[in-house]
């Protein structure tokens, strides 16, 4: 048996690939479940009811599913020009704390306003942090794997410090529960953001912007002459210097593009859902690095980041309805583990190909 | 001095391949091939890239294993399993690239693939090894010193210690791989010196290269290799470089025939004008080089490998700031250190290393045609690209210079290394350029290759282009150029007409001796 490089990549291995090994992931899980007692095919079918078919799943599901949608587009716009940012935890707390703060600045403002003051302050909040790995990467080569990450450290604790460590403005002081337990304080109603329901489908002004930015990257990056960059960039800088291209502007514009898109799902979590700055809920969730594992899924693309988040965010959200004596807790960690697994497996097969000598 | 043996039939066979098929996914790479070679024999293979040369040495060395065919070594038929196998049978290969761990010293290295002798033993005794290495180096004419570290080395030495390592091992075939194409004039003689010592020894040397007059030199006899196909075993003394190059590629060439025809020699396009500029490490690697390229001329910059010239390319183009002194196009002053304006300016760039710098391999062809051109008008309107005029663009490429491959879709990984140039040359000149920087335009193309890019060097230059030529081929300079500057550590240490250097002498300015004027 040996296995080389395949000269060509047939269209179909793109969509058949990624099918095959999400069904591999199933199956392998199935198995996990009949050693562990538990009925493979009952244990998939409430899962998927509860993730996509119940009544108002759907729903739920787009609100877990839509900070990762952003954050797998960050993730997915640096990795296309081989930049690393894994700064998009970070970047996601900076936009929620930034988009927070206008929120409750511009209360009595008409909402349309406050909504755009949000996005525009998330963008510039997650952009600002990604610029500090981004400087440090172009001007003096260091690593922005290492710096990104370990920057969301950083802004994890400024976030605590700022609800439960300071009298800062951001926190709730008035309130009789926020004197008991810290919290943020809770934006003003002009600052909530509008949803739209279709046939009892919610969908959130942030999912929306997700989808627009989804579209945006793609004509960026397959259209116009900074897309062209980027791929030339990502696939060897040397070549891309040798063009005459501006790589370390590009590194900068990239990274900052990133981290915009990670400061947007920060304050789409304020603005659509949670209403308040929430550090601890945020911490919890890990959007961002939840992300990276989307972004890797969908191969870069934009809309199939949309869906994967989707797929992700609907077993996270099943996980959380089922959580019970009589469902196994740990199975939808499993799962997204295997599936993660079974795809970067997978991808051995688009690049290679088996053959058995005989 | 021609090979010893002459023409004289082998009288008792060391190795013999017998009908040897070796075949790829896309390529039968050896098909039934025969070939032996004598004990005290030196046996050249000759052949174009791609011809079989290097996986018929593997197969030798037990890296591959034969598809069909028999190996029969001292006259008994024997497998290899693995490389370990062929070397206790007395086969070694020096590499191209060495095989070698540069902190160590000379003796280390020698005993470092040794399982045999004192290299089994737990506790080394360098003592002994260094005395064998000393020994043997006497006795080859391999002058090295063996408690030196392999870093310490220059290229030439660094040969000489994987040959010692070849005789350490007591080697009865040994496989030189191009040895001569890292080596002065000088050095390569030392080492036809060194292959006919082995020889008289009764060891057999098979000799891989591409250059004929070196087989001419040092073979006794040669097999050339075509397409996989072992088409002639002559007696080198039989043989003309002519009738040798017809072997090779199946058609009459003109060897070193040098067209003298060229258009008249107009104003100075590129000036160099006391250029300092930094190596990768800090340190300056080019070092107070002054030069000008008039329209109309080639150029050439000689030297072997590592002495400034890939750097001076690179400052040139902008890829590596300028330190000290001045680069002038057509009379304008460039700022350096900024490709895009060296790109404006008119200069054209054929890097050494194609595949990463002068094209993006994973990219399509067409996007590596409009690589330079995709920033303004006809590929681009505004921030948008517009696919259809590249893919046009491509298309006329590919039919103009006659890229073999399937369209412009594919990847540029996948083009062969004389095509992948070939889009390289076009993209070049449809920018319109007035000088032309060529780094090592022909390594690692067959001949079919290197006459095609030579042909549009020259071709270049006839339009009134100024060529910079740089290249560790010294014939390949004298076969082109006007002029030529020989570099040494940095510095431009002579400056020749064509037509009055000799090789002999150019050979000794790239070695870093002076002459006589």
């Known amino acids: 048996m040996r296995i080389e490089r395949r000269l060509r990549q047939p269209w179909w291995l793109a969509v058949v690939v990624p099918v095959v090994s999400i069904a591999g992931a199933f199956v392998l899980s199935g198995l996990v479940l009949l050693l562990t007692g538990y009925p493979p095919l009952r244990s998939f079918h409430r899962l998927f009811d509860a993730a996509f078919i119940a009544n108002g799943a759907l729903s739920d599901t787009v609100v877990a599913g839509t900070p990762l949608a952003f954050t797998g587009l960050a993730a997915a716009v640096a990795f296309r020009m081989n930049i690393f940012n894994i700064g998009g935890e970070g970047q996601l707390y900076a936009g929620a704390i930034t988009g927070a703060t206008v929120g409750l600045l511009m ?16 963008a510039a909040g997650g952009a600002l942090l990604a610029a500090i790995p981004a400087v440090l990467r172009a001007f003096f080569s260091t690593n922005e794997i290492i710096t990104s990450l370990m920057l969301n450290y950083v802004v994890a604790l400024v976030m605590e410090y700022l609800i439960f460590d300071s009298q800062s403005y951001l926190r ?19 600052a909530t953001w509008s949803s739209w329901t279709i046939h009892g489908l919610v969908l959130p002004l942030g999912f929306l912007l997700a989808i627009v930015v989804a579209a945006l990257m793609w004509v960026l990056y397959s259209r116009t002459r900074f897309g062209f960059e980027v791929q030339v960039i990502g696939d060897s800088a040397r070549a ?12 900068l514009a990239v990274m900052c593009l990133s981290g915009a898109i990670a400061g947007l799902g920060g304050a789409s979590q304020t603005g659509d859902f949670r209403h308040q700055l929430d550090p601890r809920g945020l911490r919890q969730a890990n959007y961002g690095y939840t992300g990276i594992v989307v972004a890797a899924l969908a191969r870069y693309n934009p809309f199939a980041v949309v869906l994967v988040a989707l797929l992700l965010g609907g077993l996270t959200n099943a996980g959380f309805t089922l959580q019970g004596a009589d469902f196994p807790a740990g199975l939808v960690g499993v799962i997204q583990g295997l599936i993660l697994f079974c795809a970067l497996g997978g991808e051995l097969f688009v690049r290679y190909r088996v053959r058995f000598a005989w | ?25 896309a390529v039968v790479a050896n098909d039934s091939i025969d070939f032996d070679a004598a004990a005290g024999e030196v046996h050249a293979l000759l052949g174009e890239n791609g011809a079989g040369k290097t996986t018929l040495s593997n197969i030798l060395t037990g890296l591959y294993r034969p598809d069909e065919g028999a190996i029969v070594l001292f006259g008994q038929r024997t497998e290899f399993q693995s490389p370990r196998d062929a070397l206790d049978a007395g086969i070694a290969m020096v590499h191209q690239h060495f095989r070698l761990v540069s902190p160590f010293t000379v003796a280390e290295n020698v005993v470092l693939g040794d399982h045999r002798d004192v290299g089994r033993s737990f506790l080394l005794r360098p003592r002994a090894i260094e005395e064998r290495v000393e020994e043997l180096s006497r006795r080859y004419g391999l002058a090295v010193e063996p408690r030196a570290r392999i870093w310490q080395l220059s290229v030439g030495e660094q040969q000489r210690v994987e040959i010692l390592k070849a005789l350490y091992q007591d080697a009865r075939i040994l496989i030189l791989d191009e040895p001569t194409a890292v080596l002065t004039p000088q050095e390569a003689d030392a080492l036809f010196d060194t292959i006919r010592v082995m020889a008289e020894d009764g060891r057999t040397v098979i000799f891989i290269s ?8 040092v073979a006794d006899r040669v097999t050339v290799l075509r397409r996989g196909k072992s088409v002639a075993t002559v007696p080198a003394a039989d043989a003309t470089p002519r009738s040798l190059a017809a072997l090779m590629v199946g058609r009459e060439l003109e060897v070193g025939g040098r067209s003298v025809e060229r258009g008249p020699v107009g104003e100075p396009v590129l000036e160099l004008d006391g250029v300092w500029a930094d190596g990768d490490r800090g340190v300056p690697a080019v070092k107070d080089v002054s030069l000008t390229i008039r329209g109309g001329e080639i150029v050439g910059v000689a030297g072997v490998a590592g002495n400034g010239q890939r750097e001076l390319a690179e400052t040139i183009v902008g890829m590596r700031p300028l330190t000290n002194g001045g680069v002038a196009v057509s009379g304008r002053r460039l700022s350096g250190g900024d490709p895009r304006e060296a790109i404006s300016a008119g200069i054209a760039y054929i890097p050494e290393d194609r595949l990463g710098t002068g094209v993006a391999p994973g990219l399509s062809i067409g996007s590596n045609i409009v690589l330079k051109s995709y920033r303004g008008a006809p590929v681009s309107t505004g921030p948008m690209l517009r696919f259809a005029r590249i893919r046009e663009l491509a298309d006329r490429v590919i039919d103009d210079y006659d890229v073999r491959t399937s369209g412009p879709d594919v990847p540029a990984w996948q083009l062969s290394g004389g095509n992948l140039q070939k889009v390289v040359l076009a993209r ?15 390594r690692g193309l067959d001949v079919a290759g290197i006459e095609t890019v030579h042909s549009y060097l020259r ?5 009134g282009l100024g060529v910079l030529l740089i290249s560790e081929d010294l014939d390949e300079i004298l076969s082109l150029a006007d002029r030529v500057a020989v570099m040494y550590e ?5 400056e020749r007409d064509v037509g009055t250097a000799t090789v002999e002498e150019l050979g000794l300015l790239m070695a870093g001796g002076k002459s006589e004027d």
């Open chain 2, 1 to 25: 001095m021609g090979g010893g043996g002459g023409a004289s039939p082998p009288t008792s066979i060391a190795v013999a391949l017998r009908g040897i098929t070796k075949r790829f996914p």
């Open chain 2, 490 to 494: 940095g510095g431009v240490v002579g």
């Open chain 1, 107 to 122: 209360a009595g403002t008409p909402s349309p306003l406050v909504f755009a003051g949000m996005i525009a302050a998330g």
């Open chain 1, 240 to 251: 891309g210097r040798y063009a005459g291209m501006r790589t370390r502007r590009k590194i």
């Open chain 1, 172 to 190: 709730d002081t008035s309130s009789f529960q926020g004197k008991v337990f810290p919290q943020g304080k809770t934006l003003p109603a002009e």
């Open chain 2, 428 to 442: 070049e000149f449809s920018g319109a350029p007035v000088v032309l920087v060529a780094a090592s335009p022909t």
């Open chain 2, 459 to 463: 071709g270049a230059a006839s339009t």
């Open chain 2, 210 to 217: 591409h250059k004929l007059h070196e087989v001419k030199a």
